[in-house]
């Protein structure tokens, strides 16, 4: 179980680093850098603590397409970014990709 809290803390520092790269990324600052390359190095460091246990294609599934959907929410709402139909409709494809991946996973995860 704790493979699964380690990839939701994988999204998490994935999706912040990204937010991070659209609010300094244009800016000089180093320090902004450190920071998203960091958060970006600390989601890649969760993804292979999560992996040793859940298999590695349902593992980066779920990092991509949750991480896909929370950046999509952060990106509407902070950032006024639109979300048309087609998109939504996609993101709605791919929730439901995780969903089938997450539910056929069972049974077959490595046991300690």
């Known amino acids: 179980m704790k493979q699964w809290y380690a990839l939701i803390l994988a999204v998490i520092a994935e999706v912040?680093?990204?937010?991070?790269?659209?609010?300094?990324?244009?800016?000089?600052?180093?320090?902004?850098?450190?920071?998203?390359?960091?958060?970006?190095?600390?989601?890649?460091?969760?993804?292979?603590?999560?992996?040793?246990?859940?298999?590695?294609?349902t593992a980066y599934a779920v990092w991509e397409g949750l991480g896909l959907m929370i950046i999509t929410a952060v990106g509407c709402l902070m950032f006024k970014e639109t979300l048309p139909l087609p998109k939504l409709v996609g993101f709605s494809a791919i929730l439901l990709g995780i969903f089938l991946l997450k539910t056929g996973t069972i049974g077959g995860e490595k046991h300690e």
Not at 34 to 56: E, R
């Open 16 to 57: 912040t680093g990204t937010t991070m790269m659209k609010i300094l990324g244009g800016r000089e600052s180093i320090e902004g850098y450190f920071f998203i390359f960091g958060m970006i190095g600390l989601s890649y460091f969760l993804l292979s603590k999560a992996i040793t246990l859940i298999p590695m294609s």
